[in-house]
């Protein structure tokens, strides 16, 4: 079973970078689309990124766009968010969630296992 698991979060200033990482202890994720969510409070949960079992192909919210960047490592069993010039509106807890379906997958629903979140906080 997929067991996901976050780091990485924490605070910093506006137009700092911050690197999240998501493993799965279950080491079994190479297969799986891995797709980066966060909520901020009183917010829904909204999609930031995600990439194909492969790697090659990778998604992002229009906001996080030229900002974000999702790696992924399969034999390391790791997929990173690598967020730069970050803005306090990025402010939020952080989710990695894996899913069968493709990464174009926008909506939490769809995602089958979960992390139990990090939090980012960017201070203006």
């Known amino acids: 079973q997929v067991q996901l698991v976050e780091s990485g979060g924490g605070l910093v200033q506006a137009g700092d970078s911050l690197r999240l990482s998501c493993t799965d202890s279950?080491?079994?994720?190479?297969?799986?689309?891995i797709g980066w969510f966060r909520q901020a409070p009183g917010k829904e949960r909204e999609f930031v990124a995600a990439?194909?079992?492969?790697?090659?192909?990778?998604d992002y919210a229009d906001s996080v766009k030229g900002r974000f960047t999702i790696s992924r490592e399969n034999a390391k069993i790791t997929v990173d968010l690598q967020m730069t010039s970050l803005k306090p509106e990025d402010t939020a807890v952080y989710y990695c969630?894996?899913?069968?379906?493709?990464?174009?997958?926008?909506?939490?629903?769809?995602?089958?296992?979960w992390g139990q979140g990090t939090q980012v906080t960017v201070s203006s």
């Open positions: 969630a894996a899913t069968l379906m493709g990464p174009r997958t926008y909506g939490p629903s769809h995602y089958n296992f």
């Open positions: 279950g080491r079994i994720f190479s297969s799986y689309t």
């Open positions: 990439i194909s079992w492969t790697g090659s192909i990778r």
